[in-house]
């Protein structure tokens, strides 16, 4: 359904993306944020999925910067790989790369950003450190609760798992205490990875209940973000005022009037003469 493309960050990085069109006009624009794994199946499938429900996708592939075009399975030793590219990652460098998807969306209109796991927490971080964002959907962002003291400037909505054992609920209720302003949800029934239905903790019910608030969050905040129309000018009747008579209009209407009487005069006299 998509494509690939390649972008550019202000240090001159080139990094590649998917980006997945909305048919017809769409309702506003999406960075979304792998996880671990890279941009793979499942992050193609999410933008895909945004782009049916009328939304402009597109996926910044981050870990570009440690290894080209990098995507893995959900096997315990490709976890285990992609586990290794996590303390390696320059979350700087990350915001500059995040940056640049989010300006090739923004010469279109408002952009929002979704993450995922570790994408999570960058969308997080985009939300506090990058300007411009409408909003941003934060799935089991595992390190959200460490930057929580950073405030989004854009509303932000997170969705947990009560059952992650990567994610434990005082993490959550730190994140609640210092990010009230926040649409925190968590699903009791779910663990880490509850979203991705290619991962054995995928969990149905709460991935469709989470992805429907998701869509209602971003449908909210770029509705918000249109701009308003002005309102109609009011229509000003334009009403006659009376002629005032100048006083030469009124001199030579008098002088008219003085002229007809006295030819009738003249025309009077010559008759009583003949």
Known sequence: MGNRLTLRAADGHQLGAYRADAAGIPRGRV????????????????????????????????????????ESGYSEPEIAKAREYIPKLDWAKVMLDIQAAVDQLKREGPVAIIGFCMGGTVAY????????????????GGMIAKYADEK???????????????????DVAIIRAKRPECDIQVYAGAGHGFHC???ASYEPASAKIAWDRSLAFLARAFAAA??????????????????????KKAKSKAKKKAARKSGKKSKKKSRKRR
């Not at 890279?38 to 996926?59: E, F, K, P, S």
């Not at 971080?125 to 909003?135: K, M, V, Y």
């Not at 909505?157 to 609920?169: E, K, R, S, V, Y």
């Not at 308003?228 to 002629?243: D, G, L, T, Y």
């Open 31 to 70: 960075v979304v944020i792998q996880e671990i794994f890279g941009v793979n199946h499942h992050i193609r499938a999410v933008c895909d999925r945004l782009a049916q429900a009328g939304y402009t996708a597109l996926a910044p592939q981050i870990f570009d910067r440690l290894v080209r075009d990098f």
């Open 125 to 140: 971080l985009a939300a506090a450190r990058l300007g411009g964002l409408t909003a941003a959907v934060c799935y089991y």
């Open 152 to 170: 989004p400037r854009s509303p932000t909505q997170m969705h947990f798992g009560a059952l992650d054992t990567h994610i434990p609920m005082s």
């Open 197 to 199: 239905d290619e991962r």
């Open 226 to 247: 249109r701009p308003s129309a002005p309102p109609p000018r009011p229509v000003r009747m334009a009403i006659a005022k009376p002629k005032k008579k100048t006083k």
